[in-house]
């Protein structure tokens, strides 16, 4: 590719993770938004009309004289090369398809990761795996494509275990996870149900770490994929933070580990997008900590522009011999959705297009 | 014993967990308050003066002219029998066997209970470890004796565990925290450290839970313990929640459970208090909750007044055959230590003394 | 009256205030639970089917298994006396008056609350504007009526003012609340708005607090009220708060004030719901703290079972001469709503019917 | 001045708000961190191994091999020019002096604010007080100078009030503060006071917001200050939310104002700092918000890297005609001290030296 900017759209620009869309978005060096589209009640107006903006720092100038458009293929311009999709999943599933027809979708929806020939991808973890785009077109006769990243708990995990899993015989996990309200949008989580309280339950989130965790460390051949052969099992629950999942991790290897080795793949651990320098690459996809309180989520999320996952508390099991632990933070809105689906993006545009 | 009153003091009785055994004292039919030690600077003062109270009811009228006393034998009165003991872990491990040599201690504090012959005990768990008394006064020439209660957290998973373990064959525990900011007493844990935020650590709980509850499932021989026969790890964590401990626990059995089974068995658990008709027993320890989001700890905590454990989200691990996995929330000032200790003492009061 | 129960029914019973007002009336000595309606959608369930529980202690068994009618005074039994109501404005507009024709209506919502011959009260502070009632009955030709509370920041300022009203000359107020998300109903206030943050707007709360405390501190003069003769400017905002709203309150004199004299006013206040030994009435309306850190809401809103408002930093201005300052805090959904139209019911039942 | 890096060193670095003056020096085009102080226990240490890292945003790498020195004149190296002091007020009291001997101490403790000859300074608002260090100088004898910046409650205010003071003729003003707890440092609020609370009290804020606001919209007559001539009442308050003070104010004007105008005011307000293009002056120091739900704290408090003031509901009084309203949300630990300490210092560099 030259280095013409990229003109980008967002489908769904007005939610919590369309706005993170359009804040990575607004500075990057290779992708121009062009396109912002909504429901079709915000379709036609300013992008600042339309939009309670619900991040820190402000809505970025560049967008908010952009008119919105309806999540209609023929009412984006066609010189929009990518769209990144925060559509809820019903929508998605219906709109993402038509749009592929002729765009180049990445999608932090999960309406189509389920799909054999749509690939889910890490960058880090699974690049390989953007093979399927090729089928993907041919299967479908579409001139686009849509590539998925997975849910925000899993992306943060798989990237921990990326270098564990390559180096050492895993034989079973136990996660155990304390997630951000952000993770379910703006209005998921009334006040109510999270001040002096949790609650113990988010809807599919542990079939999707039980199941998207294995998909992302296996293997493809054509068309299909391996599972990585250990199994995983979680426990979801919702606390009272802003931003920032965080994960308690358990380990159960074949045999006796280092973990000072453990540490050493994971803090020393460098993938594609790294070699490439993407854009959105952070240096270290996985920071460890050697404090014994840390990682702490309104402390860790941000590392790297909220792009790495922070780990603490890698420890030998005093229990099970076999066994390590440790705790996990990443930022669910940024690595865990808009940043992931981007940095696909980027991968794609470097290598593939 | 008669009707009449039996006469309790409180040591350490300032602080957040002495308040709790104040306020559950206060209409207690069979205890009445007659001393309440703190540290020399309190001593002399009326409590009210020597007091900032934190619970969220008043500080009760009974106990405002009590004059505090040392926390030393000779100052407190002969008549007093029970002493229930909040007690910083290593003043405890000084002061309590001297009150111990002509008063019944009932201690919440960590520092005896790794002695051999000091039952730590609870009353629905191991109600038997309370011959180990007798041992105790013999050894050590005391007409009083210690008995404890296990850390908060323990106690909780402990009563959850215990109709499980009596009926199936336990094989493997995992279990993560996530613990109450008044586990550490009212200036553990700054606000800075707990608003938007948690803290994936605290001292030496994951080693207590990890011992403790083989330790309580475990058979008395003599003065002996055989632990239970299975093995259970740790992480621990601390949120912004106010009083209620929540844990999430993965349990691996030698084979398949009927879930059903195991909600039966909690829910239908009853032992000696319940028995006993013992005033601070619960009708049911453990409550079992069918709605997928509970157990939440504002809305748990106090169910049967703080001390009855909540259980929610029982199910088949959909990953592993032989596993189930559930989520507990205890009340971890109450059932978990100034509760804990009032119940022991109610114990044996009624069968020992 | 006689000994007989008599029996009563809520309004928009599965919301929190309706939830409040069952909690409240279960073990009330004088009234039993007859009648609970809800929207078409919910009429005909099981109370316990048709309602999430949101308050910290349990749904009381009593009404578990009443059958939630649709809020139409035809669904419901003609032997209910009072309907307690916790509507929403728009439905209350409409349905109470409907209501009352035939049964007697002390309600929580605000929609009757401007109509002249609609008492606005609070028991200890005009409990002689009951006499609309009759002008009521008489203009509308009803066999029942509608008394209504007002706001939840009013009546806890209110009661606060009343003993100063009542001995002092009252020039301006000024008053700034930081208001618990309760006040919003369940829903009202998403965990994104409140966690780490405050917002500092609450519709249509600053009117009412403005202009209902100057009516109620008032003088009736047949249908007409003559407004107490000072003004009030409020500045209201939403903090992360379950429960307990907080006011600061300035107060100009037209002359130098003695502070004691006005503790002792507030603390000794008693009024008509003391002399009648009302059930739900507070022994002291008014609690007055002398700690320089108090009322906090978790620690004071639950004073007299929610029915005393507390009053801490009882000041004299340093700056300006005439002037006090003080804060408070009153429990919002029970002194604040269902305990206030509970006061209300008790009052016109010893006094009136 | 020419283009060298000028010197500075921190006192007390190792605290919080010592934290934030690191934060905001690290990337500083003429400050250059060469000496950074703590007590005695931490001297010696690598300035990493001293502290424990509070902020968000990871420790500078800059400072972290700077070998702390112990809070002695002697003890910092000579070619430093100015000293950040974030000082406990006791120890500022005694160790300013004894720096100012040969250094420019630009201090955010309280300790010597109300020395006549010490300036008290908003860049924005009294840039001429600074005329006070040749008097201070003279007087003492010293070759350096200490400049002071006020409490973080009044800069915010003071900064919303000097374009309404410079046009209009203000009366009374009353001000209610909701502040968050970094104020108080880091161990200065602790979880349990906190969630699901707030605290109606902060030690001596109410004074200095009384009195420092009066002082900095004063005029100086040779080393006299003549206070504005209106008055101001404070309440003060404490709420859980990390960064971020946020004040409801209600003017009294002398006659009626235009609401329109008082916004225009504000939001076009530009000063000394704006004019001489100072690094940390933002381009407008008050944002005007018309949203009815701002500002908000967690929204607000980074706007211009912290250094704006952020205003909303700038509303007429419904009630007092000569009223207006407003609420208000300032950073209050970088514009309300390590920032302003810094602006204060930048104005020095430029104006003065």
């Not at 967002?10 to 869309?21: D, P």
């Amino acid at each position: 590719m030259g280095d013409k900017m990229i003109k980008v759209g967002v489908l769904g620009a007005t939610g919590m993770v369309g706005q993170r869309f359009i804040q990575l978005l607004d500075k990057h060096p290779d992708f121009e938004i062009a396109a912002l589209t909504a429901s079709s009640k915000s379709a036609g107006k300013r992008y600042e009309d339309a939009t309670t903006w619900y991040l820190d720092d402000s809505m970025p100038e560049s967008v908010k004289n952009i008119i919105v458009s309806d999540t209609k293929p023929d009412d984006v311009s066609n010189d929009v090369e990518f769209l990144f999709s925060s559509l809820p999943t019903e929508t998605a599933a219906i709109v993402e398809p038509k749009f592929a027809e002729s765009y180049y979708v990445a999608s932090n929806a999960s309406a189509m990761r389920a799909e054999k020939d749509v690939p889910l991808v890490i960058p880090e973890v699974n690049p390989e795996f953007l093979d399927l785009i090729d089928i993907q077109q041919k299967n479908r006769g579409w001139d686009g494509f849509i590539v998925t990243n997975p849910n925000c708990s899993t992306i943060a995990l798989t990237l921990t275990l990326k270098p564990i899993y390559d180096n050492f015989k895993i034989n079973k996990i136990y996660v155990s996870t304390m997630q951000a309200v952000s993770g379910a949008g703006y209005n998921g989580v009334p006040s109510m149900a999270i001040v002096d309280n949790l609650v113990p339950y988010i809807g599919d989130e542990e079939e999707k770490i039980e199941s998207e965790t294995l998909h992302l460390l296996g293997t493809l051949n054509g068309i299909d994929v391996k599972e990585a052969n250990f199994k995983l099992s979680a426990s979801c629950h919702r606390v009272g933070i802003v931003d920032g999942h965080t994960e308690a991790v358990f380990i159960e290897f074949d045999e006796t580990i280092d973990v000072d080795e453990i540490k050493n793949k994971m803090s020393s651990f460098k993938s594609i997008p790294q070699e490439l320098n993407l854009y959105s690459a952070p240096k270290n996809p996985v920071i460890v900590k050697e404090e014994d309180n840390r990682p702490q989520p309104r402390m860790d999320r941000n590392a790297n522009n909220g792009m790495s996952v922070t780990v603490g508390r890698v420890r030998k099991d005093p229990i099970f011999e076999n066994n390590i632990k440790y705790v996990l933070v990443g930022h669910n809105t940024i690595r865990g959705a808009a940043g992931a689906s981007i940095l696909n993006a980027e991968l794609i545009s470097k290598k593939i297009l």
